[in-house]
């Protein structure tokens, strides 16, 4: 029943293979287990860090208390000590073997400053000791509180004079107990203080124990992925390096197994079909190759009918361009001439403007001598004037002396003289006035023949502004005549160095063709080495 069962019900089978895994994830594998193992090591290592720190401050704990309790111990002495060298210099004080009680105070305040210092390490003490023993704890407290209490006590009798109280005390009772106490607690530290030393050494042994146990496990855990990494990964990569070395080689009929990572099954499988793509590559460049040879062939014949055309096409443009500098030179020198006769017309424009100028100053200084003429015949007229009267006055003066006799001689004499001059200066006057009116008729004359001249002049000025427009308008003409002559000139250039170009890129592209039908039959000898598959070496040996 049972069998039969078995039979009919199929269960599926749950077969692991890493060679089905992908690189990806075979990395996150590997790199997962890597980390979980370096966590746990780090763990455990801080563990033993934490573990060992909690039995260094343990220790040290120890040892701190040990010095605090034996810092107590040494300041109830020197306390007790204090009060007995107090007590023996009050006994000499007593005795009247000192007359001072200065010492003993200072000593008593002494006393009291070391049972504050005492009181203040043993609270310290007692902080440090908490996490201990406290049954052992109370009785070392319990006796150190009735020391204490004594030795107090002891400085009160010796501060009241107490002296029989002083000596009767029971205080080495008290100091013998807390020794006693003292001593057990040592004991009782040193005992955990080896305690903790052995626990310390087991817990550097399972440290030691424990790096090992990872640095091993470390150790198989690498051995192991480098030997998956080595059947999974490089092996299968190698297998494609090597096949794709002998494809280098020109061997294209390699064959890939399929082992290895899914990523390296998909890459051989792109390998291969490389292959198989790199054949038909192979075959159509050879046979490009051959027909690129036979289409360069006819290329390099037109290229030299064209290298001829050319060279013959240069020939004529070099002759035009001879005819067109000769016609450039003509054109140049008549702009210059044309030129330099505007620059004569323009000299000649400016001289006969400042002709017309000299001839407008010279009108305008004629108009201002026949003003002053004129200013001179009135000048004239009122010497005239004066003249006449004074003649009068000297016939006048002439008739008074007459009158006067004897007397006025002398008199007549001068208005003689005076008479005379008066028409010497009529004479003279009349003379000037004569040569001053024919002055003004050869004055006005010459006016008339300046402004004669200068309308002439004007008519002059005008006839050559025209004539320089239009040597102006003719020297422009020949400007951009010789302009458009040199642009032709630089068209012819242009195209010269265009046809001259041309040649040269004939040439070059002959060398070309040339060097390209040489690379066609390298690029034949080269794709010669790819060996298709086994049964043929070459494609020379397929072709033919």
């Not at 109830?76 to 007590?87: D, E, K, V």
């Not at 290229?303 to 004529?316: E, K």
């Not at 210059?336 to 000649?348: D, I, N, P, R, V």
């Not at 004359?445 to 308008?473: E, G, P, Y």
């Amino acid at each position: 029943m049972m069998s039969a069962i078995a039979k009919k019900t199929k269960l599926p089978n749950f077969r692991f293979s890493f060679s089905g895994l992908k690189t990806t994830t075979l990395i996150w594998l590997l790199s997962g287990l890597l980390i979980v193992l370096l966590l746990s090591s780090c763990w455990l290592f801080f563990s033993y860090l934490k573990n060992y720190q909690i039995t260094v401050d343990k220790l040290d704990n120890i040892y701190q208390e040990q010095s605090t309790l034996n810092k107590t111990w040494q300041s109830l002495l020197q306390a007790r000590n204090t009060i007995n060298r107090a007590s023996s210099r009050h006994l000499l004080v007593i005795n009247k073997m000192q007359t001072a009680n200065t010492d003993v105070d200072s000593l008593v305040k002494q006393f009291h400053e070391k049972i504050e210092d005492t009181e203040q390490q043993w609270l310290e003490f007692a902080s440090l000791s908490q996490n201990k023993n406290e049954l052992i704890f109370n009785e070392l407290d319990k006796s150190y509180i009735e020391l204490r209490t004594a030795l107090i006590e002891l400085s009160s009798f010796l501060v009241q004079g107490k002296t029989y109280d002083f000596l009767n005390q029971p205080t080495q009772k008290f100091q013998d107990a807390f020794e006693q106490n003292l001593n057990y607690y040592h004991q009782n530290l040193n005992q955990s203080y080896h305690e903790i030393s052995v626990a310390s050494e087991q817990l550097y042994r399972k440290s030691i124990i424990g790096i090992i146990t990872v640095i091993v496990i470390l150790t198989l855990v690498t051995l192991l992925i480098r030997f998956i990494l080595q059947y999974l990964f490089i092996r299968p990569l190698n297998q494609v390096i090597d096949g794709i070395e002998k494809v280098s080689q020109g061997i294209l009929y390699h064959n890939f197994d399929h082992t290895g990572l899914a990523e390296i099954k998909l890459l051989k499988s792109h390998v291969s079909n490389m292959q198989k793509k790199l054949i038909d590559i192979v075959k159509n460049i050879h046979s490009n190759a051959h027909s690129i040879k036979n289409e360069l062939n006819e290329i390099t014949q037109m290229n030299q009918d064209l290298s001829i055309r050319a060279d013959q096409q240069a020939a004529a443009i070099v002759e035009t361009a001879a005819s067109i500098e000769e016609l450039d030179s003509s054109f140049k020198l008549n702009s210059a001439h044309t030129h330099e006769s505007c620059q004569l017309m323009e000299k000649t424009s400016i001289t006969i403007d400042k002709s017309n100028e000299l001839i407008s100053d010279v009108v305008e200084n004629m108009d201002d001598i026949v003003d002053f003429s004129k200013e001179i015949s009135k000048i004239t007229s009122t010497i005239d004037n004066i003249a006449f009267q004074t003649n009068l006055l000297a016939l006048n003066a002439a008739v008074e002396a007459a009158r006067v006799g004897e007397h006025g001689k002398g008199f007549a004499v001068v208005a003689n003289e005076v008479r005379e001059l008066s028409m010497s200066c009529n004479q003279a006057s009349k003379e000037i006035k004569t040569l001053i009116d024919n002055s003004n008729e050869k004055i006005h004359h010459c006016f008339q023949l300046a402004a004669d001249a200068n309308d002439n002049i004007v008519s002059i000025a005008k006839s050559t502004s025209n004539i320089n427009d239009m040597i102006q308008s003719i020297s422009h003409a020949s400007t951009e005549q010789t302009h458009g002559v040199g642009q032709i000139h630089l068209a012819i250039n242009e195209l010269d160095n265009t046809t001259q170009a041309n040649a040269t890129m004939t040439k070059e592209l002959q060398s070309s063709l040339q060097s390209l039908k040489k690379q066609s039959e390298l690029l034949k000898e080269i794709m010669d080495i790819f060996h298709l598959d086994a049964t043929s070496n070459t494609l020379e040996t397929q072709n033919t």
